[in-house]
């Protein structure tokens, strides 16, 4: 399913349930959205290491040589882990309400959305379900791909432009569709004589 | 399906056709695109009643509970019909050509799209055709759903992510894929003692 | 598939690859930029005129008749090719790399991407794939339509709202889904007496 960005949008019968966030995740969230609304999103685009630096400085766990350009927006740099070469593309939304981990030379396409919570539709509070989101190792997510709460991508995945991904998907594999499914496997490093990065398949 | 944000800008062989709206109907759209991309956008997400006045001032039909958050983009609120604790979460577009009605207790939540007109294509001018949209009580539109034209979601509907809506849904299901069909009863508060909002089922 | 907005955003094993993008063609992003960014997207809605000078200043082979709106993202207008009457809505993503082609009174509504670019994901540097998209005449390309690098669609066609096309469209059918599919032929001009622009089906 999926989530509403702001937790407190969540309506029940006798009016507005309680945040589920504390109050200094509150601050630290507005704190980060002026942040994120200004001096990330106008940064120019090369300048990849200012805004390690400001995702850093809010508490992601983040290799100087990942890049995150300056449209994708991240929820909360907290929950923010991403290894070497791990790449979030403009317009991608990165709705880490809980930990997502997304590994060595990883990309995720513009408008794609990695969706970190999900409601409890079977209560009338619809209370927010956060959920992890790990995406492994040589993965390409492509373009306006949906990831649901609690998803697992495994090592070296490529999930096809619009897909939306409701289940688990198996390493070394080209996934596509709604939901999506392997339609077969990647090869990668058969070209140009290069190298797999891991011993898959 | 679906329809072009500005009507106008649908041409045909013989040059653009007149808009099928009045002068003042786009007198007042124009109005109300500068106080929503400035009065409305830049409000604080706590301000609530700031985005009711402003809302109600240009007509919509909305109520005091009610929330719109800052990011949702309404296109004419004259034809916004909002029960209490509705809610629009940012980056909805909610294209009310025609009326929409969104019941109590009902949540639209981010990226969903609520195409309140399409074209007829078998006419060379493609004139607009805009259609109401119901959205009924206890309603979850869960993120990036699409709502075509004409279409009534009913009572206690859940829509899960991603999913396509083109014709109407039943009450109390659960609904998914494109086009959006139900996949079993929505059991709603049958956890945690509460008590079902209505006799439904 | 699909192909990251940058695509300098590529990482692979070793490090970023250098990008595919000659000094000048950086230099020319830059600028459009900048442009788009100010001058193009903040223009009122009317003022067709000067944005297509603007289009035109870079490059774009565009009919004076031809309409782009404010919101609408071209990434090169050195490959934007539109004949008269041709459309791009607000909040279409023009992903031009290598040409995009729109024939004469063909409209791409709202939300719909034109991605010119894939990937390669048997190589482990992820190369850029830049091909070019086609539309006919007298297309109705709906709103939130994904179209592949690589795709033609033929005259006349409708493709439906929030359809993905990954493969060549026929003449004069409306097509549907994902992948998008005909599922009957457009009857154009059969109604109001109008005629039909060419002597299809």
Redesign the interface.
Known sequence: ??????PS?????S??IPSSHSFKNKLMRMLWGMVQATLFRFSP?PLHGWRWFLLKLFGAQIST?A?V?PRAKVWGPWNLIMDD???L???VDCYCVKPIRIG??S?V???S?L?GA?????????PLIPMEITIGE?V?V???V?V?PGVTIGDGV?V???S?VFGDLPEWT?CV??PAKPKGP???????G????EDEQ
């Open positions: 399913m999926s989530a509403d960005q702001d949008a969540t309506p029940d019968s009016g507005p685009r040589k890049r350009y070469f791990a790449t593309a403009d317009d060595k030379r990309t396409s513009q408008y959305y969706c999900t409601h409890d539709h079977e209560d009338p509070r619809l040589d390409w492509a373009a306006d949906f649901a490529v096809g432009a619009r939306s080209v569709g709604s990647r090869n990668l490093g058969t070209k140009n290069s190298v797999k990065p």
